[in-house]
């Protein structure tokens, strides 16, 4: 039981990382949205944060949250990334520089989500070459012993037979 704990931690945060990598590219796409329409980063995440996905709701949500509360918005963000995890850094970070440099967002974030698609597209592609190898052993282990039996066994018994009636 105890061995199964640290395995199953690990693939809590596994999938949770997995989950944020799937819908940044949608956060990003929102706040795109929000901020070429003409609403600010704060007002545009304000808008969208009942649409995002759910791990990034959640963050967002409690960046406002700070935000409302009179923390500086590029702080609040520096918040969410913190638990949001690695994936995220690159946007947030394009986030946090527009924010207190006042440079445009929008084409910062087109370029984001073209990043965020393009590794989302990229760990697919790794998980699909480790599909292969996950079915090594069941290939072995079920379907070869059966491929056997089918049809190595009958040849076999046949000729057995042949050779006994000569």
């Given at each position: 039981?105890?061995?199964c704990?640290?395995?199953a931690?690990?693939?809590?945060?596994?999938?949770?990382?997995?989950?944020?990598?799937r819908?940044?590219?949608?956060?990003?796409?929102?706040?795109?949205?929000?901020?070429?329409?003409?609403?600010?980063?704060?007002q545009?995440?304000?808008?969208?944060v009942?649409?995002?996905?759910?791990?990034c709701?959640?963050?967002?949500?409690?960046?406002?949250?700070?935000?409302?509360?009179?923390?500086?918005?590029?702080d609040?963000?520096?918040?969410?990334?913190?638990?949001?995890?690695?994936?995220?850094?690159?946007?947030?970070?394009?986030?946090?520089?527009?924010?207190?440099?006042?440079?445009p967002?929008?084409?910062?974030?087109h370029?984001?989500?073209?990043?965020?698609r393009?590794?989302?597209?990229?760990?697919?592609?790794?998980r699909?070459?480790?599909?292969p190898?996950?079915?090594?052993?069941p290939?072995?282990?079920?379907?070869?012993?059966?491929?056997?039996?089918?049809?190595?066994?009958?040849?076999?018994?046949?000729?057995?037979?042949?050779?006994?009636?000569?």
């Open positions: 039981m105890l061995v704990l640290p395995r931690g690990r693939r809590q945060r596994r999938d949770r990382d997995d989950a944020i990598t819908s940044l590219p949608e956060l990003i796409d929102l706040l795109s949205l929000g901020v070429t329409a003409g609403l600010t980063l704060r545009a995440a304000e808008a969208v009942s649409w995002l996905p759910h791990p709701d959640e963050a967002i949500g409690r960046a406002l949250e700070r935000s409302g509360r009179g923390e500086p918005w590029a609040a963000l520096c918040g969410a990334t913190r638990e949001l995890g690695p994936s995220t850094q690159y946007v947030f970070s394009v986030l946090i520089a527009a924010e207190r440099d006042g440079a967002v929008a084409p910062a974030l370029r984001a989500s073209d990043e965020a393009r590794r989302r597209r990229t760990r697919a592609e790794e699909v070459r480790r599909v190898v996950l079915m090594l052993f290939l072995v282990s079920c379907i070869l012993p059966a491929f056997a039996l089918l049809t190595v066994v009958p040849l076999l018994v046949g000729t057995l037979r042949d050779l006994q009636l000569r």
